[in-house]
């Protein structure tokens, strides 16, 4: 027997990456829940990855909020959410956007009635839901298809018929999403349609849209929290077609408000409104002051107003948060 020690060699097999089962909204990209398996309970779409971070979310080191689910052209892929906003390509089919006036989405269309204006809005929380951020201007769009994607194509219609094409408006997202509003004249369509006769149709690239109907431009619906302008806002009389949020009900000296909404978040109020009274051609000469508590206002209820002014023949000054807020009034 051989005493001469002898090599030993130890064969490593090449072991293959692990894979994580990412389970995602489809709508939004927003990471559900990672496994190590495929769950039968889970009914969302769902891929498996070898990326690490699948991993590290799974064992609760990353936050799965900061992630996304994002589809380029070899298929899925699990990303780190950034100031990169990938934009679906649009559908091949005409939806009808509906009027609504309750609660946000991802596009907003507002016609201002009397003003022959049109407003589209694209909303700060789904921006901040795609891109982590709620402002940036040097958006970087698609960068797995070289920037490139679909307008966003209006096609106005008269209400509820879509043989009678009115005007069709093309908006680059990119310009939407950077200046955050655009806003159109419509006065050249006077002699065609009133814009409250119209219906909007568009193939959709983003989840939700929606159209509202106001009375008269005051100020752009898009808000942002730098602004800290006030607007000095004269009382119309009402219009049945176009409801403002608060109507002043006058009966002889004494006047009452109606809210026209019922839960006051949808007509952004989040909290008292405080009003100045003041002359209507001298937003500097101050009559008064209102408080319409937040309690007592919303749900179409009416309130009586406990003050001496004639509001009839007056103007509001409005404080910042309360800016978009509208008034009209019925003289008895």
Known sequence: MSTEPSLIQTVKKDQTLKKWCVYYDDDTGEVLTVSNRELDEVKSPHFFTENDDARKILMGILDPKKYSVLEIDDGMILAEKSAVLRIKEAEQSLSMIPVNDKTKADVNIVMYINSWKMEVNFDQDTLYKMTGKRYFKQATINPEKDGRYDNV???????????????????????????????????????????????????????????????????????????????????????????????????GDSYSMRSNFKEPSSAKIFSDIGLYVTDRNDPNRLLGTLLLPKKGIGYNTTIEVESTLDLANSAFMLREENKNVTFDITKG
């Open 153 to 251: 194509i209006l096609y106005l219609i008269k209400d509820k018929d879509p043989n009678f094409l009115i005007k069709k408006i093309v908006i680059d997202p990119g310009e939407l999403i950077e200046q955050g509003y655009l806003l159109f004249d419509m006065s050249p369509l006077r002699n065609i349609c009133g814009l409250g006769e119209m219906s909007i149709l568009t193939k959709k690239i983003f989840k939700t849209y929606r159209i509202t109907k106001k009375a008269t431009f005051v100020g752009a619906d898009y808000t942002s929290r730098r602004s800290l302008r006030r607007r000095h806002f004269i009382p119309q009389i009402s219009n049945e077609e176009v409801l403002c949020d608060f109507t002043i009900l006058n009966e």
